[in-house]
């Protein structure tokens, strides 16, 4: 499986941004796909996830700010980013699981099987 991201950019605080993430190859439509950010410097942060009856589970930080959708039919999983701030710099990668994952096993980079290349999301303030 190879997942795709895009629509990283540079946007000003409060602004708005898109990300997507295409699968390809052997997919599960049980499978579970998530977001992460990374820093410079920092560890990979999770910051949202969704199964494949559309039950998503976001962190703090972005929570009321972000929305993670996905349409099984394409293939295809979205973070939609509002109200942007600066501290949400960092490249964005999208992961997916073969499997269902436990609510803790979401937030944990170590349960995906497959990743993206990442996306990078600058804000400026």
């Known amino acids: 499986v190879q997942l795709q991201a895009s629509g990283g950019g540079l946007v000003q605080a409060g602004g708005s941004l898109r990300l997507s993430c295409v699968a390809s190859g052997r997919t599960a439509s049980s499978n579970t796909m998530a977001w992460f950010r990374q820093a410079p410097g920092k560890e990979r942060e999770f910051i949202a996830s969704?199964?494949?009856?559309?039950?998503?589970n976001y962190a703090n930080s972005v929570k009321g700010r972000f929305t993670v959708s996905r349409d099984n039919a394409k293939n295809t999983v979205s973070l939609q980013m509002n109200s942007l701030k600066p501290v949400d710099t960092a490249g964005y990668y999208c992961?997916?699981?073969?499997?269902?994952?436990?609510?803790?096993?979401?937030?944990?980079?170590?349960?995906?099987?497959?990743w993206g290349q990442g996306t990078l999301v600058t804000v400026s303030s």
């Open positions: 992961a997916g699981s073969d499997r269902p994952l436990s609510y803790a096993g979401t937030r944990s980079p170590t349960s995906y099987d497959y």
């Open positions: 969704i199964w494949s009856n559309g039950a998503t």
